[in-house]
């Protein structure tokens, strides 16, 4: 099934290991195949990561776009790192290993980017971090 993409003056389209960037008008395209896509509110730069639970999800974020398993040893470490560093969330975690055992990648990373947003609106000023905000900069597609 084809997907529509709008993508607004400079924003960024991920498709796979590439991506494709708006320049200077909005640009509406429609995308056919079966490949991994992540629009530019959905993405966490490696580097922009400073909790597990962001960590964790650039693994998967990386896993998804790639093409390649999630569930890794890397994982498992991650996982259970940001389980330890938001109780909390141990169920919704559980979701999300359930989603990523089944392959379902896309849905866990919405999850996941659920879970950062959450914890950003209830986290103190010093807590919540720049890929947290760049999660909710852009309205949904």
Do not use: C
């Amino acid at each position: 099934m084809p997907l529509r993409f709008d993508l607004a003056i400079g924003e960024r389209l991920y498709i796979g290991r590439g991506s494709i960037m708006s320049n200077k008008s909005r640009m509406l395209f429609v995308l056919d195949g079966d490949m991994p896509v992540l629009k530019e509110k959905d993405y966490i730069a490696p580097e922009a990561a400073t909790t597990m639970l962001e960590r964790l999800y650039v693994h998967v974020q990386q896993a998804y776009l790639y093409e390649q398993p999630a569930a890794t040893p890397v994982y498992n470490i991650l996982a259970a790192q940001a389980a330890a560093e938001t109780p909390e969330s141990y169920a919704a975690l559980s979701e999300i290993d359930a989603l990523i055992a089944s392959g379902n990648l896309y849905r866990a990373l919405r999850s996941l980017g659920y879970l950062i947003r959450q914890r950003g609106f209830t986290a103190g000023p010093n807590e919540s971090s720049e890929a947290t905000s760049q999660l909710d900069q852009h309205p949904s597609a």
